[in-house]
């Protein structure tokens, strides 16, 4: 419940609280969570109070109900979590979103969708979710993320309250809490990943595999046993793989546009290379084949032919 965070997020809390126990819940809020890794078990605290019939600000014996199970669970169906689908969210993610909220709450309370995150919003997407703020419905909340409120629209901060997450701890964060951050919204999860015993190797691994393929081009082809399937040897780990390789060539196009690099920092070396390599065009054509190869691992597909197959294609992009 929202009470856990009273000392860790006081200012935050302190608003917060009070809206809910006087009736004043926003119908839109924007919490920058730029300093917060793993912010989702602060939102869905947030959320358990604002849907509690009671207002319960602390746990007590209510997280114990069936409605706090269900929101722990990821199993609440009036709370709608919206993902970009590839490098952005795109306006069909949207007007789906718009035509589930048309139906009654099943809990006969309030609906609120999450989304993660309002910078990565299509410009046709955002003008989608603009509509759906303009014109408030009393039962719905919405809740966006931000990791970079300056690329979030002027109109859409506007419309919501803002919010900024202090950061969990003064210390540094490390590339895997960055990285955990993105992969999962479970803090059991989250925690799982960022505690592994193998310390960065999945991370060095991504590193020495881009390094080679983008100094050796398709000769990558005879070392893919020992440079990717030593670290991501199943169908779970190829997927969480691919991801990573998408968030290195992301932070190569934040390096070209002169932004701040997101994840992969510590590598400036290996990211500067790549940079030197590849102009725009190319990046955004390689995240698109590696997005389109991480969905074929997701089902019953060869491993091996299918990383074959992306360095195949990869090595076609003009």
């Known amino acids: 419940m929202l009470g856990d965070y009273q000392k860790k997020q006081p200012i935050v809390y302190d608003i917060l609280s009070n809206e809910i126990i006087n009736d004043k819940v926003s119908h839109a809020y924007l919490f920058d969570v730029l300093s917060n890794y793993n912010s989702f078990p602060f939102i869905y605290s947030f959320i358990k109070s604002v849907l509690c019939p009671e207002k319960k600000l602390v746990n007590n014996s209510c997280s114990n109900c069936n409605l706090c199970k269900s929101i722990d669970d990821k199993s609440f169906p009036d709370i709608v979590l919206i993902e970009p689908d590839g490098m952005v969210i795109k ?161 190569v196009i934040n390096y070209k546009l002169n932004r701040t690099l997101e994840f992969y920092d510590d590598y400036i070396d290996s990211i500067k290379n790549t940079a030197n390599k590849n102009s725009l065009d190319k990046l955004y054509s390689k995240i698109n084949l590696i997005i389109k190869a991480s969905d074929k691992n997701k089902v019953n597909i060869n491993l091996s032919l299918n990383l074959d197959n992306l360095l195949i294609e990869m090595e076609g992009v003009k």
């Not at 048309?102 to 609120?112: A, M, P």
């Open 91 to 251: 306006k069909d993610q949207l007007l789906d979103l718009q035509k589930e909220f048309t139906t009654t709450s099943l809990y006969n309370n309030k609906k609120v969708y999450i989304i993660k995150y309002a910078e990565d919003l299509h410009p046709s997407a955002a003008n989608s979710i603009l509509k759906f703020l303009e014109e408030p419905e009393s039962n719905i909340i919405a809740i966006l993320l931000t990791k970079n409120i300056n690329n979030v629209i002027s109109t859409i901060i506007s419309r919501c309250q803002v919010l900024t997450l202090l950061p969990n701890s003064i210390e540094n964060i490390s590339i895997k809490e960055k990285i955990g951050q993105v992969l999962y919204t479970d803090d059991a999860e989250y925690q799982e990943f960022i505690n592994q015993d193998d310390s960065n190797c999945s991370i060095d691994g991504i590193i020495n595999f881009v390094n080679y393929y983008e100094n050796h081009g398709i000769d990558t082809f005879a070392h893919t046993s020992k440079l990717w399937f030593e670290i991501f040897n199943d169908k779970k780990s190829n997927v969480l793989g691919y991801t990573m390789l998408v968030l290195y060539y992301k932070d």
